[in-house]
């Protein structure tokens, strides 16, 4: 069976500081997704990016980036320069190539608060 | 092009009752699923319908069942609701089986009491 961890619950920062969200994943396929999803207060989950597994390169995005480790299963994110535009919950996702349907396992999510 | 679209955005029901969401995916995506979340948790897979036919299940009592017509929009029923079935009821449509770049709609908030 598949797991995702997303040990911080909550984290709180001053506008323009960095924060980077750890995602830690459990699975025995050697073919799989990761993804990371926002979800603004609206509630709607908002996609940011979606690594292979056998992709190991870090990627750049504006202010975000990723860092995926296999040798430590893990897929960080990183906000740069936060701003309050930032504040919401990230979930890390997982999906196995072999699994029936096109399942994402999610994160319990880490809360971003960016205060002014 | 409009997003994934879905109906109604907040429903209140009784215990027992039975319950019907809607789902419109993208335009051109033929894949459709569905996700409950939990307040506080992340959202957990429902089912998948891709090409009218199920694709995938997740981990939950055949009181929830969801079906595809053939525009691609799909319907999730609950019957015999539980308190426990309050949950923000995400659906997520993607271009086609395997692809897993999901676009979510904004869900509809369910409040069982």
């Known amino acids: 069976a598949q797991k995702v961890t997303q040990a911080q619950t909550e984290i709180s920062v001053v506008e323009k500081e960095d924060v980077t969200l750890d995602c830690v994943y459990e699975t025995r396929d050697t073919t799989y997704y990761l993804f990371w999803y926002k979800q603004p207060p609206s509630g709607e989950l908002v996609f940011l990016i979606r690594r292979n597994s056998f992709d190991e390169q870090n990627e750049i995005s504006g202010r975000y980036s990723w860092n995926f480790q296999k040798s430590t299963s893990s897929f960080n994110f990183t906000i740069t320069a936060s701003q309050v535009v930032d504040s919401a919950v990230y979930f890390c996702?997982?999906?196995?190539?072999?699994?029936?349907?096109?399942?994402?396992?999610f994160g319990g999510g880490t809360r971003v608060l960016v205060k002014p | 092009d409009a997003g994934v679209t879905q109906s109604p955005t907040h429903l209140i029901k009784t215990r027992g009752q039975q319950v019907t969401l809607r789902c419109s995916p993208i335009?051109?995506?033929?894949?459709v699923s569905w996700y409950q979340q939990v307040l506080g948790q992340g959202p957990q897979f429902i089912f998948q319908?891709?090409?009218?036919?199920?694709?995938g299940r997740g981990n939950f009592p055949d009181r929830f069942s969801a079906r595809q017509f053939p525009n691609y929009s799909s319907e999730l029923n609950v019957n015999a609701l539980l308190l426990g079935d309050s949950a923000l009821y995400l659906c997520a449509s993607s271009h086609r089986q395997g692809n897993y770049e999901q676009y979510f709609g904004p869900g509809t908030r369910l409040t069982v009491t």
């Open positions: 335009s051109g995506h033929k894949s």
């Open positions: 319908y891709y090409e009218k036919e199920e694709r």
């Open positions: 996702a997982l999906a196995l190539v072999k699994a029936a349907g096109n399942k994402l396992t």
